[in-house]
């Protein structure tokens, strides 16, 4: 026990191994809980859709089992991307990735999590490393690696998002290197640690800038106050721009490409209000704050994640207390306070875009050596200082109790924290007032310590404690539905050598995220991806065309399966839930079920996968009519015409010419015209349900207790209520049939020639609402669609709330319940309406909606006033189109309109054949390299490709570089002379050579300072 409280530097790899053991102890009641509980550590959400499918093709890539290179372009990111940029942000500056080439592909699930401890046991190893150059004692080096090591940062996207533990890794590694700098005059350490950072991930990368930067000017004020002679001369500033270059020089062979892809994704082109437009955080933020410190419960909309230990806590105050003796951690704590309650700063550390708090993970470092100066000083605590921790410790309760309605009504490990909280106080207490031996005290403190994480563990594993793991998938889960997603029809495919590309029916899953990935692990070309790095100018075209599932992480998605949407973009098979054999769906135009030669559909049973599943199977339904990749245009469409027709009249034209934003001298400039048609409709609000009298309010209570009565008994008290006039007494039920009276006149005024407000009535409740088609023969062989402009919701206040439920008292004749009613006022503060609804329409065979995400939303949100909802094409004539709404008071629109586009199928298929005629012959596609044989023998053409547009491919027309340039809004295009001509496209990632020259400089540059600076170490340190 000498050992722990010695602050002997020979003892440092003792230290190492005592907290591997601790480690691993910890380790084993914690993280053993999902396995007890056959559950995984892979998220239902990002986990499966994202991070393992990305890892299991980097595994692939790895061991040489797919077709598919780390560096190159790739067919199977949505419509086609960037295998280095797209993975860059997961995988490739990663090095505990590459370690899953050790695991066989059927152990992916375990090399999986194996990686996850792996990564989480190296953050203790890089906080120990830092915590060594310090002279705390042992004991308190150990307590604070814990603590950092366990912090509920660590726990939570350990679950969610294991390769966000990196920046846990490089945050002290990042502070040796700086403390080096400063006191040794070393900057290798610090550029290697800088290069690990921007080659690992960009986006964390520019964090840690920010980190290290406030780390720098605090610790060289803390040297300066410690030691008089210290100052930061020039030559410190010289060797940290030194050792700033020299990290990007060597991290230039993926951080250049990277930048380049930044610059043109969808996020750069996504143009979204700073701090998604909020002063403030809502109230719920605010209220959430105090009970997040030190338990497991996580206020996630905004990425707020505390969940510091106890001891942490107590350390804090304890640095605020000694303001004079720890002014610079204890100003950073006061800075970090005032951050968390500005959405700007969240913000700004995210990237300048939306108010993300990840940056928090840089908290968690000065508060574990906060930790490490509180236990270090437990024996000299005074009076006054146990007042104030006691006095804080109250206080937290109190707010918590307060900030909680009034109530400690928290999950049963929450409460464990409170109480482990007031047992350290206990302990101080007693130690101060018992003299406590040293040997007795260190073993209490540990104890406590110990039992603090594990709990703080099982709170966020357990799943008998919290509901955490609810959302983790089943042990094997993962690596089944990675192989069965389409429940094998995706094996039909590889009979098609040519290049095609699919895509899924809308339903075919409900998806957790915007999208998912494993169909590029499956190898099948779908047009959906769901990745962190999109093109900007694919997710441009989709916004051109008011794509209703268009956002920046899946610029595509499914298209909205809009018929010639996925023809533009050469999808030919559609894989669909075999649900729409008994019960027929609307399927885009040209599509047709695949059946064996027989004639019999081929249907691909469910392969039961536990919460995965669609529970039903999989059909292929195969279209003829999907645009070949490269073909030829004979006209263009200018920008100024193209951006004059509304999103049908946009896609529709594409197929008469290539949109494109200058002139091209020898292809005419044509004014398209299509065949898309406004489509006339009256709006009608369904009134039934709505109680806008006493009869009604009467007939309402009847039906509601229905359950209790005989058909005789309620249809005998349905004839009374219908036979009298209903008289009503009570001033609340008179104030809701008033209510509800203006709302039906409301809505009659506003919608009287078309629909331009959705409402609720007086309890809250959303009304349905039908467009009533005035001619639907007009509609035979059409797609519909229901096209919006203008849209913006009104959200539900406080006191909104509070009405509803007054009025739904009111309504069933109960009385108002002040205890309700203060219930109800905790609910809405803890749970406030965020900006977002959901607006769907169904017709007799489609179902379509489209979500406006909420403020809370951090990767996509949009203010989303225009979009177009696909409801299909049918033969048959569709009579009306019913409208229902969640979550927003109302809903105003400037206009709603049906629009139709009539498939003729000699003129549509004569269209498309004309186009799939004019593709490249022999055309050969690689991932890297498209060839082929364009033919134009009239005049000139502009060269369309559904090749979304990067600089990176390059034009050889017979072997002659031909410059690209955008077409459609969002591909690769160019402009090709008449004649027979051999084209060869072929793919380099931009600013990959010269970053791989910049950090083949970096290499030799630094070996060459790591030589001088062993050759020559400076005396004098600061100068």
Known sequence: MDFLNSRNSNHKSINYLIYTIAFLIICALTYSMPWLSSKSLIWGVDGIAQHFPILAQFQGILQGTVHQSLTGWSWNIGAGGDQLTTFAYYVVGDPFSYLIALFPATHLELGFQFLILLRLYCVGLAFLAWANRFSFSNHSKLIGTLIYTFSGYNFYVSMHHPFFLLPMIIFPLLAIGVDLLLEKHNWIVLAFAIGFALISNFYFAYILAIGTLVYL?????????QNSGFKFSWGHLRQFIMAAISGLLLSSIVLIPTVIAVLQSSRAMHHIPFANGMLLYPLSYYLSIPNQLITTSTFKGFWLIINVSAFAFLAAVYIIVHFKTYKYLASIFCLIGVAILLPQAAAFFNAMSTPSNRWLFLAVLPLSFATMVFIDHLTDLTTKDLLWLVGASIGLIFVVWLTQGFTLHLNKNDLMNYGILLLILLLLVTARATHLKSTTFTLATSLIVFISLINGGQGWMNPLLSANTSRELNAGSATKWLHNYYDGANNALRSDNSFYRTDTMRNYYPYRAAGNDIPGFLGTHDLNSYYSIQNGYLFRFNQSIDNAQSVANAPTSEGDNRTTLLNLLGVRYLFAKSDILKQPSAIPYGFKLMKTRQGKIIEYRDKQISGLSNHSGTVILKSDLALPLVYLQNQTISKQRYEQLNPIQREQSLLQGAQVNQNVAGIPSIKPTTNVKNVAYTPVLKTKSILNSGKKVALHRVYKTSSQHSQQVINKRVDEIKSRTIQVQRPDLKKVIRTNQQVIKENKLANRSSLHLMSTDA?????????????????????????????????????????????????????????KKAERTRTALRFPDLGAYTLSANTSDSFNYYHQLPTNNLSDFDIRHNTVLNLGYSKTPRKQVKLQFTVAKSLHFKSVRLMAVTFNPAKYQQQIKKLQRQGLQHLSVKNDRITGMAVSPQHKSILTTSIPYTSGWQLKVDGKVTPTYLVNKGFVGATIPKGKHQITLTYKTPGLKLGKIISIIGIIWLLGAIIVHLVYKPKNLNK
């Open 763 to 819: 309890e809250g409740r959303h009304l349905s609402y039908r467009l009533k088609v005035k001619y639907p023969q007009q509609l035979k062989n059409s797609e519909l669609y229901l096209v919006i402009n203008g849209a913006k919701g009104t959200k539900n206040t406080t006191g909104d709330f509070i009405d509803h439920f007054v009025a739904q008292e009111a309504v069933n004749g109960l009385p108002i319940s002040k205890v």
């Open 217 to 225: 000017i605090v610790r060289t004020l803390h040297l300066k106050n």
